[in-house]
Structure formats: C-alpha cells, structure tokens
C-alpha cells in the first residue's frame, strides 16, 4: 500500500499509480471526509450550473434515446450523404414582390 506524506499546509499527494487509475487530473475535485478515524478521498465531478439541461432539453435527450431504442437512427455517412445532394427545387406558385 502507498504511503504519502502530510506537507505544511496540509497538502497530501496522491501516489502516481491511484492518480492514474482513478484517471485524475490537475484542477479535479476530491471530496474529503473522516469515517471513523480514518480519512477517505473520494473524486467529485462537479457540474457547472451552466451545463445543466433544462426540462425541455432533457426531454429531448429522453426522446432522441428512444428512437435510437427502437432503430430510428441515420448514421453520419448517411447523412453527409444527404447534405452533398443538392436542394430540390420547390414546386408551387410564388409570387414577385408588387405583383397583385
């Protein structure tokens, strides 16, 4: 089992190998917490109120999984596919500016 040890401002390194595993990296949160009388961290993923969905888009989200569920989906070939065609033309009346 690593070892570290406490620095003056009571820094505690996390040995090279637990870093690497648990797939941290500079700036991450820990959240620290005393059981007992031991001290376990734990990594935190803390989201940024920003990136938070709201109700629609969360039933967006919800919606575009189910369709994906039942094999409602196009493939991105597919779909660039479609984009390289060019536009058809509508057909119907249309009418010039200042004709009546």
């Known amino acids: ?19 690497e595993d648990l797939g941290l990296v500079a700036g991450d949160y820990v959240e620290v917490e005393r059981v007992a009388r031991t001290v376990v ?4 993923k803390l989201v940024d109120a920003d990136d938070v969905l709201t109700p629609e888009e969360e039933g ?8 994906i569920r ?3 989906y196009v ?4 779909l660039d596919n479609a ?10 009346k249309t009418t010039r500016k200042g004709a009546a």
């Open 83 to 92: 984009m390289e065609r060019p536009a058809r033309k509508r057909r119907g």
């Open 41 to 44: 961290i734990k990594p935190k």
């Open 75 to 78: 493939v991105l070939k597919q």
């Open 60 to 67: 967006a989200v919800r919606r575009g999984e189910e369709q």
């Open 70 to 72: 039942q094999g409602e």
């Open 1 to 19: 089992m690593p070892i570290s040890k406490l620095g003056e401002r009571r820094q505690v390194v996390i040995p090279k190998t637990i870093w």
